[in-house]
């Protein structure tokens, strides 16, 4: 009887063995498949276009030419433009919560900056037409533009119309924020004490403590943290779509509207009639579905070169 | 006042002779409401190694870390008594925290260097306090690394990365980190704990020639280490010093009933 029960639990043990297996490898394959899926469908268009569907900035769906430079180059910029914005207030705000904040503070403020994650994109968006949007056209354009002379320089030349790349990038910025803050906030507190208190027995003050021994301790776990808020930015679709003006054309202004890999396929896919089209969209897609990978193995690859530091 | 001493090598802004004489004086301290330490006086001779033993959690860490204050960052502490580093409370709220660190070195159970170049590890505190030129910067750091015994081995691949080294050049790496801000005191908190006994050996050696210009404090379970390194021993029991006298006097005629027990491995 004891051998019947032993038999029992083991071929319980296998199916639930099999099973969760299963699930496991069923989502690797997914992205797979996936993957295949995208790459097959955009072929005829990359078939048809080669390099220039990277380079070209002719997008016209009437007479079936199509160029994706522009959108790539808006995807990084307006990517890279919401990096250089986050990056130093989430560390800062990182550090804030990690270092100084009383501990009754550390939970609240910590939740609420993640909860930054939560809000929908839609209404980000919303509130990106409705108030920041306006807010640059009034404000801060006519104030970057006239009040610090910087019109005349690329970066910021060109009629305010509102929509643009300063307000996707701005946009972005908030939203990928708490993606920033909350690693570099982990992996500051996985700094081992016996860092801190080298640099505190060497004569160190707290800020001194912070940025030459801890800040550098976790220097590439907060680059995972930027190059996973990078991923997010990257593929980010709605909000972008709502501010940024979504034309097909590359600006050195910041003031001008630009677009983005994912506004594109978001905004063209109902009305994508041709094949061409639809073959190219799905190119779109490809692009960005490789640099986002890319991108994301990065980080992890950097997070995990600081954990396996902090446990050696 | 005359050159010749090394004790006054590193005479301060006022010409007073920095001697690095440690006087405790009725010291007891608290974590929260668990008092750790009771009524501690002792005097730490300068140019002299003290050794402070006694069985696990009596308060010898906590004792070390209280000479320059590795305490303050932790909530819910408190201490009475004073501890008198050249005539001057460094328990005075109103001290410099920042210069008595750089005045009081210390040296930790597990090294922990930074994952920074060999270089970069033991210039960090001078950087940080003197600014130094890159000329004297250099000197700094090799003088520091001659005086840890650490200088043949590594003087060849200065700017390769700390965390190369083995557990004792490790050690000995963080002794040069230590000295290179000239302390004139030096805290060790079981520094050869985690080392072979090759490696153990050297640091012994280091303390010897150390002890020439410093005050040397350190703690460890090794009695043997104590016997050897140490010109006087402070035994610590239950957060108490029960016993502090010279090392052969403490190993060979205890005037404590329960130093003798400890010693002689009846308890602890
Ligand atoms: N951060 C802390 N909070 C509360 N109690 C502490 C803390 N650190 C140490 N203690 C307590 O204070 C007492 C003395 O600890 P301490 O670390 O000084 O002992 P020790 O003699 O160094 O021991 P060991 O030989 O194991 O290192 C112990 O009872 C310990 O539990
Ligand atoms: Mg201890």
């Known amino acids: 009887m004891a051998s019947t029960q032993l038999h029992g639990a083991s071929v319980g043990d296998r199916i639930y063995r099999f099973t969760t297996t299963a699930f496991a490898l069923s989502i690797p394959l997914l992205l797979v498949l996936l993957a295949i899926e995208v790459v097959v469908a955009a072929w005829p268009a990359l078939k048809a276009f080669h390099l220039g569907f990277l380079t070209s900035s002719e997008w016209d769906a009437v007479n079936g030419v199509f160029g994706a430079a522009p959108a790539i180059y808006g995807t990084l910029v307006s990517s890279l433009l919401a990096l250089l914005i986050a990056t130093p207030l989430a560390i800062g705000v990182a550090i804030f919560l990690s270092e100084f904040a009383p501990p009754w503070l550390r939970q609240p403020v910590a939740f609420l900056v993640d909860l930054l994650a939560a809000i929908p994109s839609v209404v980000y968006g919303l509130w990106g037409i409705f108030v920041l949007v306006p807010f640059l056209r009034e404000h801060v354009m006519p104030f970057l533009a006239d009040r610090l002379h910087l019109g005349d320089t690329p970066l910021f030349s060109g009629p305010a119309y509102g929509p643009s790349m300063l307000a996707a990038g701005l946009i972005l910025a908030i939203m990928v924020l708490p993606y920033i803050s909350s690693v570099t906030r982990e992996v500051l507190m996985a700094v081992p004490r016996s860092q801190r208190e080298a640099a505190l027995a060497l004569g160190a003050t707290r800020w001194e403590m912070i940025w030459g021994a801890v800040l550098p301790y976790a220097s590439s776990g907060v680059m995972g943290g930027v190059i996973l808020g990078l991923g997010r930015a990257l593929g980010e679709t709605m909000a972008v779509t709502m501010v940024i003006g979504n034309r097909h054309e590359i600006s050195s202004s910041l003031f001008a509207p630009g677009y983005t890999m994912a506004s594109v396929i978001a905004n063209e896919f109902s009305e994508a009639t041709n094949d061409m089209h639809l073959s190219a969209l799905m190119a779109v897609g490809a692009v960005l579905l490789a640099i986002t990978l890319v991108v994301n193995i990065i980080a992890r690859w950097l997070v995990w070169r600081v954990e396996r530091r902090g446990q050696a | ?268």
């Open chain 2, 1 to 268: 006042m005359t050159d010749q001493s090394p004790v006054t090598r590193a005479g301060n802004a006022t010409g007073v002779p920095q001697v690095g004489a440690v006087a405790v004086e009725n010291f007891s301290f608290w974590y929260g409401a668990k008092q750790a330490l009771f009524d501690i006086s002792l005097n730490l001779v300068p140019r002299e190694v003290t050794a402070l033993i006694g069985p696990s959690g009596c308060g010898k860490s906590t004792f070390l870390r209280s000479i320059n204050r590795m305490h303050d960052l932790l909530p819910g502490t408190r201490s009475t008594g004073r501890i008198l580093l050249d005539g001057e409370d460094v328990l005075d709220r109103r001290l410099d925290v920042v210069q008595l660190r750089q005045r009081i070195g210390m040296v930790f159970q597990r090294s922990n260097p930074f994952p920074k170049s060999i270089y970069d590890n033991v210039a960090w505190g001078p950087r940080l306090n003197r600014r130094p030129s890159r000329s004297e910067l250099d000197e700094i750091v090799e003088q520091a690394l001659r005086r840890a015994a650490l200088w043949d081995e590594v003087k060849d691949r200065l700017r390769t990365s700390a965390l190369g080294l083995s557990g004792g050049q490790q050690q000995r790496l963080c002794i040069a980190r230590a000295l290179a801000n000239e302390p004139e005191v030096l805290l060790l908190d079981e520094p050869a704990s985690a080392l072979d006994p090759i490696a153990t050996q050297r640091i012994e050696e280091l303390l010897w020639e150390l002890k020439k210009e410093l005050t040397i404090v350190i703690v460890t379970h090794n009695l043997q280490q104590a016997g050897r390194v140490s010109d006087r021993t402070a035994f610590f029991y239950l957060g108490q010093l029960i016993e502090y006298g010279p090392t052969d006097q403490l190993f060979t005629a205890p005037r404590e009933e329960r130093t003798e027990a400890y010693i002689t491995g009846r308890f602890g």
